[in-house]
């Protein structure tokens, strides 16, 4: 019942050019979306959130767009720099209550090659 | 000045002895969380506190005993482990109520049971 895929588990690219990280979802009642990077023996650090009413939101170097319909959203990192090599984490929220929780998916290991 | 801090880092152990595991947040967030990494790296919620209240309790076996002493603390105490506990378990916090808001973790602590 994994309610969160990233099908990628893992992504190489060249410094400069454009990495794109896929996820999808399956729980309509997702509301928030958000992008975690970890590097190896640290937590996870937040990146990028979108709202599940907007189809694109924008952080210096990093968007995420979302494609509700298709359940589907996807983080672009332009240009990738080798110290975006890391795993990044897609999760997934409803609400905002005192039961707000985080869904995650099995997150993708970006390489980013000098 | 670390946001969320867990000791111990790095936990080894044999199967049937009991463990703890320290969590501290110096961001006046309400709210507290233990999630486990397990092999296949998924990221899953295990419990939650708000205020030191448990409010998520996800189907964790009753080995596993959180204890929250105050808003700032969330210790999470193991009985009887077993070799399947071997993990990274990440403490993380948020302020409850606000949708999408970003949870912070802390460095992880990774069990291995022998």
């Known amino acids: 019942d994994q309610q969160v895929k990233q099908n990628s588990p893992s992504l190489s690219v060249q410094e400069g050019r454009i990495s794109i990280l896929n996820c999808d979802y399956t729980n309509s009642m997702f509301d928030y979306f958000l992008w975690y990077k970890k590097y190896p023996a640290e937590g996870p650090t937040f990146l990028i959130s979108?709202?599940?009413?907007?189809d694109k939101n924008e952080d210096g170097r990093f968007t995420v767009f979302l494609n509700k319909s298709a359940k589907h959203l996807s983080l672009h990192i332009v240009p990738s720099q080798p110290g975006d090599s890391a795993v990044y984490f897609c999760a997934a929220s409803v609400g905002g209550g005192s039961n707000y929780k985080l869904t995650f998916g099995k997150g993708t290991l970006l390489t980013v090659n000098p | 000045d670390t946001a969320v801090s867990q000791t111990p880092k790095y936990l080894v152990t044999q199967m049937g002895n009991d463990k703890s595991i320290k969590c501290e947040q110096n961001l006046g967030h309400d709210t507290m969380y233990w999630y486990k990494q397990d092999s296949k790296k998924f990221l899953k919620i295990m419990f939650s506190?708000?205020?030191?209240?448990?409010?998520i309790n996800e189907t964790v076996p009753n080995r596993f005993s959180p204890k929250s002493p105050d808003k700032a603390h969330l210790n999470l105490h193991i009985n009887s482990l077993e070799l399947g506990d071997s993990a990274v378990y990440f403490c993380?916090?948020?302020?409850?109520?606000?949708?999408?808001?970003?949870?912070?973790f802390g460095p992880g602590t990774r069990l291995t049971v022998l």
């Open positions: 979108i709202s599940s009413i907007k």
């Open positions: 506190y708000n205020n030191k209240e448990l409010i």
């Open positions: 993380a916090s948020s302020q409850a109520g606000v949708p999408g808001l970003e949870q912070y």
